[in-house]
């Protein structure tokens, strides 16, 4: 019986059933690349093998190029007056022109040079913003910021991604109030300057200002020939400090309160804009900035 075993045991393994005879089978050559696809070409016949197409994500590839368009719903979306959605009913229902033309047509499109209005009122491509900056000294309003030349933009952090920018101008060593806004119309009402925009500024002076140069500035004087003429000029409180005054005038332009106090012989070391528009320093700090109320909106849509 013993010996009966071990001849079924020894066939076995001849035949490489065993546990040794699994481990132990001799495997072929492994075959290269080339050999394998050698095999493949000779399995299919003459068709030969080439890999599988990359995938291609076919909305991608079919996407519209950006040629400056908007859909028009979008358009009106994005200026913060409804939703996409009511856009299109707006649209469908004819209360809305471009160019002064009434679209009612879905899927319009327009240009960044458009003139769009629902309702008979003109919106703009983007949600209008309105921000008061109280600025500092040797900040620009305009310009690249470098770490050797500081602009207003550097401390607009927190406004939003939209394009804006300062109303009128005003020198880097001058600081104080700047309306910054992506509202072109408002922008250029206010900074014409034969507006009526009120703007008061704080003088100090390298030396006390004579009561009768105050006189001159209020009752007008000529400068190369041209007449000047500003709101109001006085000395800033009770009138002890004589280095300090306040100039008031309505629109006008960048370098006329300069001019005004340098005719006179005298030299600003110090120039602070503290009330622009009606608009005060109230409340806000040097360096900072806030929202425009829209009650402040109003009064600043009604001048003219």
């Known amino acids: 019986?013993?010996?009966?075993?071990?001849?079924?045991?020894?066939?076995?393994?001849?035949?490489?059933?065993?546990?040794?005879?699994?481990?132990?089978?001799?495997?072929?050559?492994?075959k290269g690349p080339e050999q394998r696809s050698e095999n493949r070409e000779k399995k299919d016949g003459d068709k030969k093998w080439r890999p599988a197409p990359k995938?291609?994500?076919?909305?991608?590839?079919?996407?519209?190029?950006?040629?400056?368009?908007l859909r028009l719903n979008k358009f009106i979306a994005n200026s913060g007056i409804c939703s996409r959605r009511e856009a299109d009913e707006f649209i469908k229902s004819?209360?809305?022109?471009?160019?002064?033309?009434?679209i009612t047509e879905m899927g319009y499109r327009v240009q960044p040079t458009d003139e769009v209005k629902y309702a008979g009122e003109r919106i703009s491509?983007?949600?209008?913003?309105?921000?008061?900056?109280?600025?500092?000294?040797?900040?620009?309003?305009?310009?690249?910021?470098?770490?050797?030349r500081r602009t207003a933009f550097g401390l607009l952090k927190g406004v939003g991604t939209n394009r804006i920018g300062p109303v009128g101008r005003m020198n880097r060593d001058t600081s104080g109030l700047v309306i910054f806004t992506n509202d072109g119309e408002l922008a250029k009402r206010l900074s014409l300057s034969k507006s009526s925009t009120q703007k008061i500024y704080h003088i100090h002076t390298d030396k006390p200002v004579k009561a009768e140069h105050i006189k001159a500035m209020n009752e007008g004087f000529e400068i190369d020939g041209k007449e000047i003429n500003i709101t109001e000029?006085?000395?800033?409180?009770?009138?002890?400090?004589?280095?300090?005054?306040?100039?008031?005038?309505?629109?006008?332009?960048?370098?006329?309160v300069r001019d005004v106090v340098g005719h006179f012989g005298y030299k600003i070391l110090r120039l602070d804009r503290v009330v622009y528009a009606g608009l005060t320093k109230?409340?806000?700090?040097?360096?900072?900035?806030?929202?425009?109320?829209?009650?402040?909106?109003?009064?600043?849509?009604m001048l003219k």
Do not use: C
Request: glycine share 12%; hydrophobic share 25%; no cysteine.
């Open 55 to 69: 995938f291609r994500n076919k909305s991608y590839s079919k996407q519209r190029p950006d040629d400056g368009t």
């Open 94 to 102: 004819g209360l809305v022109e471009v160019n002064g033309k009434t």
């Open 282 to 301: 109230k409340d806000l700090p040097r360096g900072k900035w806030r929202h425009i109320t829209p009650a402040e909106l109003t009064t600043l849509k």
């Open 125 to 148: 491509r983007e949600k209008p913003i309105y921000v008061l900056l109280n600025k500092p000294k040797d900040f620009a309003l305009t310009g690249v910021e470098t770490p050797t």
């Open 1 to 30: 019986m013993a010996d009966r075993r071990r001849q079924d045991r020894n066939k076995g393994e001849k035949k490489g059933k065993g546990l040794s005879g699994r481990f132990s089978q001799k495997k072929g050559p492994e």
């Open 233 to 256: 000029a006085s000395y800033v409180g009770d009138g002890k400090d004589r280095k300090q005054l306040g100039i008031e005038i309505r629109g006008g332009k960048n370098q006329l």
